[in-house]
C-alpha cells in the first residue's frame, strides 16, 4: 500500500494550524475538517479541537479494535464523549464540530465512513460524500453580499473581510452596521428563499440568512428540519445522510480522502493532480463567486479554506 498526503491551512504563509486533521495509521485513513469559527483564549479553534478529538478517538480504536465491523452508533458515541470533554475544556462558549471521510481496511474488505462535506473518492471515479443544502442558501447569499460590496471603492481583500463577517453575523449585522441597506437585506432574503422554495421554507431561508453562519449549528443533527445535516459535534448525530459502505478489497485500486477546500475534483489520482486543480480554481474564481461558488473567498493573505488530501494506492 502507498499513501501519500498534504495538508494546508488557509494562511498563505502556511505558520498557523487550520482545522483539517489528518490520521494515518496501520488500518485506518481518513480526514477530519473541523468547522471554523475562529480561536478560543487557548489559541486553538473549535474546528481544530473537534477534528483532532475525532482523528485521536478513531485511531485509538484502531489500536485496539476490528473496524470493519464495530458498528458506526458505537463510533460516534465515543466520538461525541470525546468533543464534549474538549468543549469544557474550551470552556463551553464554542460550539465544536467537524466532518469525516474515513476507510477502515481489514484483511477481506474496505470499510469507508463518511460524515459530512468531506469526501473519499474510490477507483477515481466513485466518490463518497454529502453535500448539505445550508452551504447553498449561505453561498448564494454570499455572492450576492460580495457582489453589492465590490463598487464601493473598497479593496477585494477589504470587501471580501465585510462579507464574510455579514455571512457569519447575518445580514441583520450589515444592516445595522451600515454595510447594506435594509432593503439591500430584503432582497437578498427574497432572491434565496425563491431559488432554493423546493427545499425550505421562505421564512426559515430568512431566519437562517438574518442571523448568519454563527447559529448554521441549531441545524446540526436535526432530522425535523429541510436544513437538518449530520455533524459530529456534542449531539447524538443524526445517521440519516452518514455513509457506511463496505468494499471488497480487492475491487479497490485507489482511496482519495479529501476536505472541501479543494473546489474541483481532478481527473488524474495523485496529490498534485489535487493541487493542480486547486490552483486552477484560484486562477479562474479567484473570489468563489462563479465557476467555484463557496462560502468564502480567497484574500491576499487567506485561501478560502483549509485542504487536506490523502492518496492511497492499494498496491
Known amino acids: 500500500m502507498q499513501i501519500s498526503s498534504l495538508t494546508y491551512s488557509r494562511d498563505r504563509t502556511g505558520r498557523q494550524a487550520g482545522d483539517d486533521s489528518l490520521l494515518i495509521l496501520p488500518g485506518i485513513c481518513g480526514v477530519f475538517d473541523g468547522a471554523?469559527?475562529?480561536?478560543?483564549g487557548s489559541g486553538i479553534s473549535p474546528g481544530q479541537a473537534a477534528s483532532r478529538a475525532a482523528a485521536s478517538v478513531l485511531g485509538e480504536f484502531a489500536a485496539t479494535r476490528t473496524m470493519t465491523d464495530i458498528p458506526a452508533a458505537e463510533v460516534f458515541s465515543a466520538i461525541r464523549e470525546r468533543i464534549c470533554r474538549t468543549e469544557k475544556l474550551l470552556g463551553n462558549s464554542f460550539r465544536a464540530s467537524t466532518t469525516m471521510a474515513v476507510a477502515f481496511f481489514g484483511a477481506e474488505t474496505v470499510r469507508l465512513l463518511v460524515v459530512g462535506d468531506s469526501g473519499i473518492r474510490m477507483n477515481g471515479d466513485q466518490i463518497y460524500r454529502r453535500l448539505k443544502p445550508v452551504d447553498d442558501l449561505s453561498t448564494t447569499a454570499r455572492i450576492e453580499v460580495f457582489n453589492l460590496l465590490k463598487s464601493s471603492g473598497n479593496s477585494a481583500d477589504e470587501v471580501?473581510?465585510?462579507?464574510?463577517?455579514?455571512?457569519?453575523?447575518?445580514?441583520d449585522c450589515g444592516v445595522?452596521?451600515?454595510?447594506?441597506?435594509?432593503?439591500?437585506?430584503?432582497?437578498?432574503?427574497?432572491?434565496?428563499?425563491?431559488r432554493y422554495a423546493d427545499i425550505v421554507a421562505p421564512q426559515q431561508t430568512e431566519a437562517f440568512l438574518r442571523t448568519g453562519i454563527r447559529c448554521q449549528y441549531m441545524y446540526a443533527n436535526r432530522p425535523d428540519h429541510p436544513?437538518?445535516?449530520?455533524?459530529?459535534?456534542?449531539?447524538?448525530?443524526?445517521?440519516?445522510?452518514?455513509?457506511?459502505?463496505?468494499?471488497?478489497?480487492?475491487?479497490?485500486?485507489?482511496?482519495?480522502?479529501?476536505?472541501?477546500?479543494?473546489f474541483d475534483i481532478p481527473e488524474g489520482v495523485s496529490v498534485s493532480a489535487w493541487e493542480k486543480a486547486f490552483d486552477a480554481s484560484e486562477a479562474i474564481d479567484f473570489h468563489k463567486t462563479k465557476s467555484f461558488p463557496s462560502v468564502k473567498g480567497s484574500t491576499s493573505k487567506e485561501f478560502a479554506d483549509d485542504r487536506s488530501v490523502i492518496v492511497v494506492r492499494n498496491s
Request: charged share 20%; net charge negative.
Open 36 to 40: 471554523s469559527s475562529g480561536a478560543t
Open 176 to 194: 445595522s452596521e451600515s454595510v447594506l441597506t435594509e432593503t439591500d437585506a430584503t432582497q437578498i432574503c427574497s432572491l434565496v428563499s425563491e
Open 160 to 171: 471580501e473581510a465585510q462579507t464574510r463577517r455579514i455571512s457569519f453575523q447575518g445580514l
Open 227 to 262: 436544513l437538518g445535516y449530520s455533524s459530529l459535534n456534542c449531539d447524538p448525530i443524526l445517521m440519516d445522510d452518514v455513509i457506511d459502505v463496505s468494499k471488497p478489497i480487492a475491487e479497490v485500486e485507489t482511496l482519495e480522502f479529501f476536505t472541501d477546500g479543494y
